[in-house]
């Protein structure tokens, strides 16, 4: 079987290759988090196929690279209009796969989807190639496509964490091969036919299927890729990391996290409840979610309370329910990682305030909202990735001991500060380790802005510019005043050897600039 009927939408469950659908001799089950049914077969890439992949992507990259951006860029639109036209299919099968909430793919999601691909799209016509003149020579930097960009992509917004890192690579004019989650791999599949459709020429955008193990360490020592694009956890990065290293090929690396919640009794505590609340969305699986309360003393009671209240109330079940706030874990093993946390918290001396285990009433994968108390500091459940709905609560006294506890453990991906005070808002921010900090808000960006992590939570900055800045090969290239033929009274560049213009710029009275422009420093 080749395809699956998945939410009532046909999803082909073979790769994509050079614009073809292509079969594996071997599959591996996708099981849906919400009811641990079995979706379908899968087919399980490894080398082979990523081999094919690769050679795919690298002979569309000319044609690719050579395009006007803006024919680059009208493809693009073309893709994000029927990424538009097909959001409800998309959310569908999403929410079937990964398990999390219908309601979230259609009001932020699949909308985000879309722009990932026209917001690059616009961005790379407007990128900048710098002509500037630096003493009588002429400096011109521009952005070339570096080639073929890998992408390795998590399940827990899989569609969305890949069309942010496919969107500008493919709008750089780069070429890629993406390796989806092999929990949550359908979606994938679906951009494929979208792509097709939208006249993205075959080889430009490759999918292949299969397990981290297999397809994933396949592409990532794949010696013919030029960039490499990790979003995903800090011990897989680690692998990954070694896999691309004799290659030398450049690494995005997006990661884990352990994101503070700092709230300081000035400020509004209406907002601080909402925002500790709103770390239970997608079951906590939420790479940049405010896990550790982080509580100053004197409101921390009171916190405290309205929270449990609040998080009491939230409705636990199945995300295709438009009521439901919180859902399943996206599969028994990690349900089982979760479990193992909190149960070595529990057991180490910390009290959970709600929750602490299994959803009885529903089983299967719903684990409970939890909020554990009174853990040790250093402990495990405060300083590693839990990824599910479990929050850990502090208090502190001063400033300085909360942005001491904000910044104790080894990640550094957000910060969430609630505080009245500009003054403090200004401090604090300025001292959190995080690549983005939120003041009295949460989860606000725009795709321009730079996003990625500090110490174990990335390496690399993508947005805007900076994504580009990932995506390109950067060049300056310096054009001498002497390095210029004319002919017929026009001014040419020639094939001039250095010597030969530093001949001439000697000969137009130039030598003692030359000389301090060229004394070796750039060798
Ligand atoms: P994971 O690291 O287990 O898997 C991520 C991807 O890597 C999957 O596609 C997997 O198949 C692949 N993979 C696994 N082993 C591989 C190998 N040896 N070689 C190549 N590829 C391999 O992560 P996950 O459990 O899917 O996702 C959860 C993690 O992702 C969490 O740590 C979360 O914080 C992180 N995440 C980070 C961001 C961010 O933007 N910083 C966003 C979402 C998720």
């Known amino acids: 079987m080749s395809t699956i009927v998945v939410e009532g939408v046909e999803v082909d469950t073979r790769h994509w290759i050079n614009g073809e659908r292509v079969a594996s001799a071997t599959t591996f089950t996708d099981v849906s988090p919400i009811d641990e049914t079995p979706l379908g077969e899968i087919a399980a890439g490894g080398p082979a196929e990523v081999d094919a992949a690769v050679r795919a992507a690298r002979a569309a990259f000319p044609a690719w690279a050579a395009l006007p951006v803006a024919e680059r860029s009208a493809v693009l639109r073309r893709v994000a209009d029927g990424i538009d036209a097909r959001a409800e299919d998309l959310a569908r099968v999403e929410t079937r796969d990964n398990g999390s909430l219908l309601r979230s793919h259609r009001r932020g999601v699949m909308p985000r989807v879309g722009m990932n691909f026209r917001y690059f799209a616009d961005w790379a016509e407007s990128l900048r190639h710098d002509d500037r003149e630096i003493r009588g020579h002429r400096e011109r930097i521009t952005y070339d496509p570096a080639g073929v960009v890998a992408v390795i992509t998590p399940w827990n917004a899989p569609l969305m964490l890949a069309t942010w890192r496919i969107g500008p690579a493919l709008a750089a004019g780069d070429t890629v091969v993406v390796k989806p989650p092999e929990w949550a791999p359908l979606t994938a599949s679906l951009l494929a036919d979208i792509a097709h459709e939208a006249g993205l020429p075959p080889g430009v955008l490759n999918v292949v299927q299969g397990t981290g193990a297999e397809a994933g360490a396949a592409l990532t020592r794949h010696p013919d890729i030029n960039r490499l694009s990790f979003t995903g956890s800090v011990p897989t990065a680690g692998v990954i990391a070694a896999a691309a290293a004799p290659n030398i090929v450049p690494l995005s690396f997006e990661l884990g996290g352990k994101s503070p919640l700092l709230v300081f009794a000035d400020g509004d505590l209406d907002l601080a409840v909402g925002l500790a609340v709103e770390q239970f969305d997608n079951a906590g699986q939420v790479c940049l979610g405010a896990f550790r309360l982080l509580v100053q003393e004197g409101i921390a009671e009171e916190f405290l309370a309205r929270v449990i209240d609040r998080a009491s109330a939230l409705v636990q079940g199945d995300p295709r329910d438009e009521a439901t706030d919180v859902s399943a874990l996206v599969s028994r093993a990690h349900f089982e990682r979760v479990r193992g946390f909190v149960d070595r918290a529990v057991a180490a001396g910390a009290k959970p305030l709600l929750g602490g285990g299994p959803n009885a009433a529903l089983g299967g994968l719903y684990f409970a909202p939890t909020i554990l108390a009174g853990a040790e500091p250093g402990s495990?459940?405060?300083?590693?990735?839990?990824?599910?709905?479990?929050?850990?609560?502090?208090?502190?006294?001063?400033?300085?001991?909360?942005?001491?506890?904000?910044?104790?453990?080894?990640?550094?991906?957000?910060?969430?500060?609630?505080?009245?005070?500009?003054?403090?808002?200004?401090?604090?921010?300025a001292r959190l380790n995080a690549g983005t900090v939120w003041v009295n808000c949460f989860f606000v960006r725009d795709l321009g802005a730079p996003f990625g992590g500090n110490g174990r939570s990335g390496i690399g900055r993508e947005g805007g510019d900076y994504s580009f800045d990932f995506y390109c090969d950067i060049k300056n290239s310096v054009f001498s005043p002497g390095g210029w033929t004319v002919s017929h009274g026009e001014a040419e560049l020639g094939a001039v050897s250095y010597r030969e213009a530093e001949r001439r710029a000697v000969s137009h009275g130039e030598a003692e600039q030359r000389t301090t422009e060229t004394d070796g420093t750039d060798a």
């Open 380 to 429: 495990e459940i405060l300083t590693e990735e839990v990824f599910g709905p479990v929050l850990t609560f502090q208090t502190f006294a001063t400033e300085a001991e909360g942005i001491a506890m904000a910044n104790s453990t080894r990640f550094g991906l957000a910060a969430t500060l609630v505080t009245g005070d500009p003054g403090r808002a200004e401090r604090v921010s």
